[in-house]
Every structure is written in C-alpha cells, then in structure tokens.
T-cell receptor, first 114, second 119 residues
Framework: GAVVSQHPSRVICKSGTSVKIECRSL??????MFWYRQFPKQSLMLMAT?????????EQGVEKDKFLINHASLTLSTLTVTSAHPEDSSFYIC??????????FGPGTRLLVL | AQTVTQSQPEMSVQEAETVTLSCTYD???????LFWYKQPPSRQMILVIR??????QNATENRFSVNFQKAAKSFSLKISDSQLGDAAMYFC????????????????FGQGTTLQVKP
C-alpha cells in the first residue's frame, strides 16, 4: 500500500515551453502533497505544500508564477513549470501524506530543458 | 527553526559488516517525528525507519535500527549485516508533530550520506 506515482518519469522540452508533472496517490487519499526539487547528489529542497481544494503554500524563494501547483482532488496534484528555461532542469519529486506521521514519495520526474 | 545535520557526506562498509550513519537535529519542540529515508540510484525515496520523539524505545526494522538520544538531539541509523542493496544515499528527516501554527507537516531533510557497500 501507500503508492505514489508520477508522470512523466522524464521529459525533455524546449526553452520557453510549459511542462506539467502529475502526482497521484494510487491507493489512499492524500489531503496534503509536497513538491521537492533535487539537484545531483544533493538533498531534497521543498518547493511547496499542496492542500486539496486550497492554494499551495510556497517556500521562500520559490516563484509562484513559475511553478504552478494545483491540487484538484484527494489523489492528484500537478506541478506546471511555466516558460521553462535550462536552469529549471532538475529532478522533481512529489510526496503524499497518508497520515500526519509519514510521507510517501513518488519515483520522481527528470526534467531537461534545452 | 528546525535544522537537521548529517556530517558524513560519504561512508563505506564491507558487505556483512555493520555501519552507523549519524544525524543531529535542532528543535525547540518536545514532540516530533524523525525518519531515515533511503534513495538508491533509481532515486525513489524509500522510508527506512521512523521514530516518534515521545517513545523512549529505539525503533527497529529488521537489519535497521536507530539510536535515538533526545537530550543530545541525536538520531543515528545502524545497518547490520550490510548488503550490496543497501548502497544508496540516506537522508535523515524531521517533522513537527504539531498541526497548525504554520506547520504544514513538511519534512526537513539533512544533507544526506552516500553509503558504499564493498563486496
């Protein structure tokens, strides 16, 4: 149980285009989902916290207009990277809370912006 | 604000041996959760073990156990009988137990420790 999926697993796009990444909790309802960014051999950096039916809470320094987060249902949250640029290339990971105690992570999405 | 520190960027262990990964944290809260996550080369984050701060007993999951020292704010992970599949990056993480007051339930991660297992 407690499976979280992400789609796509990897995406290559041209600079200036927008990319949408989906995060789904497959076998549980998640009131809260989290989006992280990770650079190679570094720790996870929290970008935002997403609550179903309400606006996301962004961490300091994260551009809200660039990284659009929507949490439309208890099993789906999306991250849209708008007008992507090469510096947005990274590994993006989502997680979902089954309970207050534990988060379960998706497999991640590798974004490459050319 | 809470912080988590992993002072060992890299560690290595011989297969079948035991290794301990260190983690310290700073918080003014009395109740919280601590976690160890494993990230293998696939980059899928896997929960290894969880500890509730109010529990004095150290958590154990098969070959994985923790040494939780609340007063010292230390939370080390011991891996016994190390296996090649244990090679990964390990992250220590903190999560507040208090809902509200600006707490969103987010995890605060340490810098990570890369564990190499030698055959």
């Amino acid at each position: 149980g407690a499976v979280v999926s992400q789609h796509p697993s990897r995406v290559i796009c041209k600079s200036g285009t927008s990319v949408k990444i989906e995060c789904r909790s497959l076998d549980f309802q998640a009131t809260t989902m989290f989006w992280y960014r990770q650079f190679p051999k570094q720790s996870l950096m929290l970008m935002a916290t997403s609550n179903e039916g309400s606006k996301a809470t962004y961490e300091q320094g994260v551009e809200k207009d660039k990284f659009l987060i929507n949490h439309a249902s208890l099993t789906l949250s999306t991250l849209t990277v708008t007008s992507a640029h090469p510096e947005d290339s990274s590994f993006y990971i989502c997680s979902a809370s089954l309970s207050w105690e534990t988060q379960y992570f998706g497999p991640g999405t590798r974004l490459l912006v050319l | 604000a809470q912080t988590v520190t992993q002072s060992q960027p890299e560690m290595s262990v011989q297969e079948a041996e035991t290794v301990t990964l260190s983690c310290t944290y700073d918080t003014s809260e009395s109740d919280y959760y601590l976690f160890w996550y494993k990230q293998p080369p696939s980059r899928q984050m896997i929960l290894v073990i969880r500890q509730e701060a109010y529990k004095q007993q150290n958590a154990t999951e098969n070959r994985f156990s923790v040494n939780f020292q609340k007063a010292a704010k230390s939370f080390s992970l011991k891996i016994s009988d190390s296996q090649l599949g244990d090679a990964a990056m390990y992250f220590c993480a903190y999560r507040s137990s208090k809902l509200g007051s600006g707490n969103t339930g987010k995890l605060i991660f340490g810098q990570g420790t890369t564990l190499q297992v030698k055959p």
